[in-house]
């Protein structure tokens, strides 16, 4: 995959890493931020920058903190052999940058496997299966829990089953919206290439990233699609939106670009910027 | 002090016996947890004894135990355990030693899985890592455990620490600051073990001695009891009242004024040397998983104490401040 919405920060080969010039060099400050990303999984950039900020603070109060992007390639210069990374990529919905430590070795749902119970993962399996089917990207309740008697292992109940997709959401690997689920950037930066390897033929890929995509807008007659933040960036300045592969005119709502500055201003909760309904197609 | 633990399946019964030692009932300590919960747990043999005031059938050192003081056997029968339940053919005869770049790989996985279970605060079980991770390499879970070990503390500055024995419970901490871990290495006399981490913890939460029978009753939980011996700590009133003594960890004095005659432990000199409360705050949180300032003035007062300590080192490096954390 090219450079896309879900890629690597620089390059992890690219080996001028921190401000002091040399490669790859751990020391308590870059730990401390590690362990902290592991801890929470799956962070915002704003995130990110307070985080670094404080691994600063506590280990080395006087040192100037390096710009984020050369921090991270410095980390993963050093996790390359160990095949992790600190993957950063872009939610699909509004297009926050966010930021996770993912492992890059293991390409299968049992990526999980440490997490849930054998019927557990058979059931994200399904949801995933019927996410990637679904044309909106988001694959309603009712439609999962009826699978439930599909699954491997223990017998699970609908009951179990909606309690366990709450697990999976709390876990960050899926989102609820009114009753349909869909994936969370996180899975999407963990197992992006596992399912364009799993589902070559129902996967969707975006036009202008040429990444994975779940949700997004597509065009109506030749039918490519866009995920919304790649939209809102190819369209930014276009008096009249056209389809880049067909020429037709655009026919969805152009989203506004992801502003962190704007985020700020209002607060910085999500709710205040009312994000574009995904559902366009 | 502490209000109810976190209702965790948590066998460490260190956190039940300080509890309980800590509201000053006497003797009978609160409702013991059972062991963990697992896929695997049809386990015969220790690891489902039922755990309680009674003694176990095998004594079970306290947390804190480092790795590599743990008989090998031990291990290696708590990884035939973690096969027992699998589907199995009779004994193979020996497979031919992994490339070591096999070694590697699994020491990478077994590095992710740690740091993931750590992640959703779930108990590090050695079956577990062994049935997961190493299968059919569980010959050289040593080797493979040592590795990621090593790939943990250098990457992520955390330790992966057996923290009971007998339940073969593994927990990833934070890892000590460079100036401890050098005085750790060079130093392998130093008995920074769990079993004098819980005494000094007892004593400095009590706020005063602690009195011989508070401390047995701590130890009997675990399976420690005055008259018998230990495989690992051998005699152990022997090492408590003694040696310990005479290392200046602890002090062994006979309480005035009280008959018939009993006796009661303080920190002593070494102890205040080497140890800061701060060092026993994390270990009570890592023990009863609670934040440290669930002991608001003994925390108050390790803060104090390393408020002090910094001012009285200001060339050193800024301390490590694990409460500062996200």
Same mark, same amino acid.
């Given at each position: 995959?090219?450079?896309?919405?879900?890629?690597?920060?620089?390059?992890?080969?690219?080996?001028?890493? &921190?401000?002091?010039?040399?490669?790859?060099?751990?020391?308590?400050?870059?730990?401390?931020?590690?362990?902290? #990303?592991?801890?929470?999984?799956?962070?915002?950039?704003?995130?990110?920058?307070? #985080?670094?900020?404080?691994?600063? *603070?506590?280990?080395?109060?006087?040192?100037?903190?390096?710009?984020?992007?050369?921090?991270?390639?410095?980390?993963?210069?050093?996790?390359? &052999? #160990?095949?992790?990374?600190?993957? *950063?990529?872009?939610?699909?919905?509004?297009?926050?940058?966010?930021?996770?430590?993912?492992?890059?070795?293991?390409?299968?749902?049992?990526?999980?496997?440490?997490?849930?119970?054998?019927?557990?993962?058979?059931?994200?399996?399904?949801?995933?299966?019927?996410?990637?089917?679904?044309?909106?990207?988001?694959?309603?309740?009712?439609?999962?829990?009826?699978?439930?008697?599909?699954?491997?292992?223990?017998?699970?109940?609908?009951?179990?089953?909606?309690?366990?997709?709450?697990?999976?959401?709390?876990?960050?690997?899926?989102?609820?919206?009114?009753?349909?689920?869909?994936?969370?950037?996180?899975?999407?930066?963990?197992?992006?290439?596992?399912?364009?390897?799993?589902?070559?033929?129902?996967?969707?890929?975006?036009?202008?990233?040429?990444?994975?995509?779940?949700?997004?807008?597509?065009?109506?007659?030749?039918?490519?699609?866009?995920?919304?933040?790649?939209?809102? *960036?190819?369209?930014?300045?276009? &008096?009249?939106?056209?389809?880049?592969?067909?020429?037709?005119?655009?026919?969805?709502?152009?989203?506004?670009?992801?502003?962190?500055?704007?985020?700020?201003?209002?607060?910085?909760?999500?709710?205040?910027?009312?994000?574009?309904?995904?559902?366009?197609? | 002090?502490?209000?109810?633990?976190?209702?965790?399946?948590?066998?460490?019964?260190?956190?039940?016996?300080?509890?309980?030692?800590?509201?000053?009932?006497?003797?009978?300590?609160?409702?013991?947890?059972?062991?963990?919960?697992?896929?695997?747990?049809?386990?015969?043999?220790?690891?489902?004894?039922?755990?309680?005031?009674?003694?176990?059938? $095998?004594?079970?050192?306290?947390?804190?135990?480092?790795?590599?003081?743990?008989?090998?056997?031990?291990? $290696?029968?708590?990884?035939?355990?973690?096969?027992?339940?699998?589907? $199995?053919?009779?004994?193979?005869?020996?497979?031919?030693?992994?490339?070591?770049?096999?070694?590697?790989?699994?020491?990478?996985?077994?590095?992710?899985?740690? /740091?993931?279970?750590?992640?959703?605060?779930?108990?590090?079980?050695?079956?577990?890592?062994?049935?997961?991770?190493?299968?059919?390499?569980?010959?050289?879970?040593?080797?493979?455990?040592?590795?990621?070990?090593?790939? /943990?503390?250098?990457?992520?500055?955390?330790? /992966?620490?057996?923290?009971? +024995?007998?339940?073969?419970?593994?927990?990833? @901490?934070?890892? +000590?600051?460079?100036?401890?871990?050098?005085?750790?290495?060079?130093?392998?006399?130093?008995?920074?073990?769990?079993?004098?981490?819980?005494?000094?913890? +007892?004593?400095?939460?009590?706020?005063?001695?602690?009195?011989?029978?508070?401390?047995?009753?701590?130890?009997?939980?675990?399976?420690?009891?005055?008259?018998?011996?230990?495989?690992?700590?051998?005699?152990?009133?022997?090492?408590?009242?003694?040696?310990? @003594?005479?290392?200046?960890?602890?002090?062994?004095?006979?309480?005035?004024?009280?008959?018939?005659?009993?006796?009661?432990?303080?920190?002593?000199?070494?102890?205040?040397?080497?140890?800061?409360?701060?060092?026993?705050?994390?270990?009570?949180?890592?023990?009863?998983?609670?934040?440290?300032?669930?002991?608001?003035?003994?925390?108050?007062?390790?803060?104090?104490?390393?408020?002090?300590?910094?001012?009285?080192?200001?060339?050193?490096?800024?301390?490590?401040?694990?409460?500062?954390?996200?």
């Amino acid at each position: 995959a090219t450079s896309g919405v879900f890629s690597a920060v620089g390059a992890p080969s690219n080996m001028q890493g &921190s401000s002091s010039g040399r490669a790859g060099v751990m020391t308590d400050v870059h730990r401390r931020f590690l362990q902290l #990303l592991m801890t929470h999984g799956v962070l915002e950039e704003w995130e990110v920058r307070r #985080l670094q900020n404080h691994c600063y *603070k506590v280990h080395d109060c006087n040192a100037t903190v390096d710009k984020l992007e050369d921090f991270i390639n410095n980390i993963n210069s050093v996790l390359e &052999s #160990l095949y992790i990374e600190i993957k *950063k990529g872009i939610t699909e919905d509004d297009g926050r940058p966010i930021y996770a430590l993912v492992n890059l070795a293991t390409t299968s749902v049992s990526k999980m496997a440490t997490d849930f119970a054998e019927s557990e993962l058979d059931l994200f399996r399904k949801a995933l299966e019927l996410i990637i089917d679904s044309e909106t990207g988001f694959a309603s309740s009712t439609n999962i829990l009826n699978l439930v008697d599909q699954l491997k292992g223990k017998k699970m109940r609908k009951k179990e089953a909606e309690q366990v997709l709450q697990k999976f959401v709390q876990s960050k690997w899926l989102i609820e919206k009114e009753g349909e689920f869909t994936l969370h950037g996180r899975a999407i930066l963990e197992m992006e290439q596992f399912i364009r390897e799993t589902y070559p033929d129902t996967v969707k890929i975006c036009n202008i990233c040429h990444s994975l995509l779940i949700q997004g807008q597509s065009c109506e007659t030749c039918g490519i699609r866009m995920h919304l933040p790649c939209v809102a *960036k190819y369209f930014q300045s276009a &008096s009249e939106p056209r389809c880049p592969h067909c020429n037709d005119y655009w026919p969805h709502e152009i989203p506004e670009v992801f502003n962190p500055e704007k985020e700020r201003e209002a607060g910085g909760s999500k709710s205040s910027r009312k994000s574009l309904r995904t559902r366009q197609h | 002090m502490s209000e109810q633990s976190k209702d965790l399946s948590d066998p460490n019964l260190a956190a039940e016996a300080l509890n309980s030692q800590m509201h000053d009932s006497p003797g009978v300590p609160a409702g013991v947890p059972p062991p963990p919960e697992s896929p695997a747990a049809t386990l015969g043999g220790p690891s489902t004894a039922p755990v309680g005031p009674t003694a176990s059938p $095998q004594a079970a050192p306290p947390p804190e135990e480092r790795f590599e003081d743990i008989d090998p056997k031990i291990l $290696q029968q708590a990884a035939e355990e973690g096969r027992a339940h699998q589907p $199995q053919s009779p004994p193979q005869p020996l497979p031919a030693p992994p490339a070591p770049a096999q070694l590697v790989q699994k020491a990478h996985e077994l590095m992710w899985y740690v /740091l993931v279970k750590d992640q959703k605060r779930m108990i590090l079980w050695f079956p577990d890592m062994v049935k997961d991770v190493m299968g059919s390499y569980k010959k050289w879970c040593r080797s493979i455990l040592r590795r990621t070990s090593l790939i /943990l503390a250098r990457v992520f500055g955390l330790h /992966l620490r057996l923290t009971n +024995l007998h339940t073969m419970e593994f927990a990833l @901490v934070k890892a +000590l600051s460079p100036e401890d871990l050098d005085r750790v290495a060079l130093n392998n006399r130093m008995p920074m073990t769990g079993l004098l981490l819980m005494i000094l913890s +007892l004593i400095y939460v009590k706020g005063r001695g602690a009195r011989e029978s508070a401390v047995w009753n701590v130890l009997r939980i675990l399976g420690l009891r005055p008259w018998k011996k230990h495989s690992t700590f051998g005699d152990v009133r022997k090492l408590i009242t003694e040696e310990f @003594v005479q290392q200046n960890y602890l002090k062994y004095q006979r309480v005035p004024h009280v008959e018939p005659p009993e006796y009661e432990f303080f920190w002593g000199s070494r102890a205040r040397r080497e140890i800061t409360k701060m060092q026993i705050m994390e270990f009570l949180a890592r023990v009863f998983r609670k934040d440290p300032q669930a002991w608001p003035s003994r925390y108050r007062e390790a803060l104090e104490e390393a408020r002090a300590l910094r001012e009285a080192n200001p060339a050193a490096h800024c301390p490590r401040s694990s409460v500062s954390d996200d």
